[in-house]
């Protein structure tokens, strides 16, 4: 987690200072301090920090009007590699709810145990949900099985399954996929989660929190029927993509995901793991090699000008960007390019 272990330290020091005077701070204006159930009558609200995108649109869908919600990582930020601050951790501390993914942000325990508060409720909102496995990093040993969710066809590439479980010379232990919020489904367990600690924290205000997050589920729910819709008769089912980001999604849609890089998209792939991509993508006719908004997407041009293919947006919805802010977009209209993106790819 590059200088983050040995910051804590020094941000834990400045802790104490911080909090003393952060009254003033725009972000903590109008928030009271205690960390009890609120009181409906008193008309104060929950303060509620979040990590990446999706937690924190999840638990502003849930919150409505009872709640502040907090996005720790600001709008643009590659959140893999990203860093909570002192201020951050003063947030942190005084959050009634803390909702995180989980994997994504390595360091939330131990932030979590420095800004400690023992009445916070902390939702880590892939817990309950069986996670597929993927690697950090890819080794030219071709793609990943585990990561992408489905098995492929061309018996060329099924060598793959013969090592499951060894490790390579040079090859990290496979590590839990955290990107089960790109599968609708999924999102809804995730939604369900936050729901329950809204209830705890603030049971004054059950009912509203219920009926925020059955609204919100409905419309994931009109998400996945069309996905299930829209891709079902799909052409093709294998698309490219800048790094292993969908791979719940594609298991959920009877999709192969082929990703130029493992699960961490500021992996530079290696000669042989381009050729590879090349070629495979050669065989199966592709003609758009997808990239993401946060990342640069030099490596997915190089490909499909390789190739002769065209590249356009997948959006992992890692974090907004400024544009996507500008044009109003949020979850559920971001998954619906998505859609609309994919459609187009493998109809070609």
Same mark, same amino acid.
């Given at each position: 987690m590059k200088a983050w272990l040995k910051r804590l330290g020094v941000l834990s020091a400045g802790l104490a200072l911080?909090?003393?005077?952060?009254?003033?701070? @725009? $972000?903590? =204006?109008?928030?009271?301090?205690?960390?009890?159930?609120?009181?409906a009558a008193s008309g104060k609200k929950l303060k509620v920090v979040t990590t990446i995108y999706p937690m924190y649109e999840f638990a502003r869908q849930v919150g409505g009007e009872h709640a502040e919600v907090i996005a720790l990582i600001p709008p643009g930020a590659e959140p893999h590699d990203w860093e909570p601050s002192a201020k951050d951790m003063a947030l942190l501390k005084?959050?009634?709810?803390? !909702?995180?993914?989980?994997? !994504?942000?390595?360091? #939330?325990?131990?932030?979590?145990?420095?800004? #400690?508060?023992?009445?916070?409720?902390?939702?880590?909102?892939?817990?309950?949900?069986?996670?597929?496995?993927?690697?950090?990093?890819?080794?030219?040993?071709?793609?990943?099985?585990? $990561?992408?969710?489905?098995?492929?066809?061309?018996? $060329?590439?099924?060598h793959e399954e013969e090592h499951e479980g060894h490790e390579h010379d040079g090859e990290e232990e496979p590590v839990p996929d955290p990107h089960v919020w790109l599968d609708p489904v999924l999102a809804q367990e995730q939604v369900k989660s936050i729901l329950?600690?809204?209830? @705890? #924290?603030?049971?004054?205000? @059950? =009912?509203?929190y219920r009926k925020n997050a059955e609204a919100y589920i409905t419309k994931l729910k009109e998400l996945d029927e069309a996905y299930q819709s829209g891709l079902k008769d799909a052409k093709r089912k294998a698309f490219v993509t800048q790094h292993a980001a969908f791979g719940y999604l594609a298991k959920r849609y009877g999709l192969t995901q082929i990703p130029i890089a493992g699960l961490s998209p500021e992996q530079e792939p290696s000669p042989d793991k381009m050729a590879e991509i090349i070629k495979l993508a050669k065989e199966l006719q592709i003609k758009t090699i997808f990239f993401e908004t946060l990342v640069d997407p030099k490596v997915a041009r190089t490909i499909a000008d390789e190739i002769g293919a065209k590249t356009d947006v997948l959006n992992p919805l890692e974090g907004l960007t400024d544009e996507d802010k500008k044009n109003n977009l949020d979850y559920i209209g971001i998954m619906k390019n998505n859609l609309e993106a994919l459609k187009k790819a493998l109809n070609e």
């Open positions: 911080i909090l003393s005077g952060c009254g003033g701070n @725009k $972000e903590s =204006t109008n928030h009271a301090s205690s960390n009890a159930p609120m009181d005084e959050a009634d709810i803390f !909702v995180y993914n989980g994997i !994504v942000e390595g360091w #939330a325990e131990k932030a979590l145990a420095s800004a #400690a508060n023992d009445k916070r409720i902390v939702v880590e909102a892939v817990q309950g949900i069986e996670l597929m496995e993927g690697k950090k990093h890819e080794h030219g040993h071709g793609h990943e099985d585990e $990561e992408e969710g489905h098995e492929h066809e061309d018996e $060329e590439h099924g329950a600690a809204f209830e @705890k #924290a603030d049971p004054a205000n @059950k =009912t509203d």
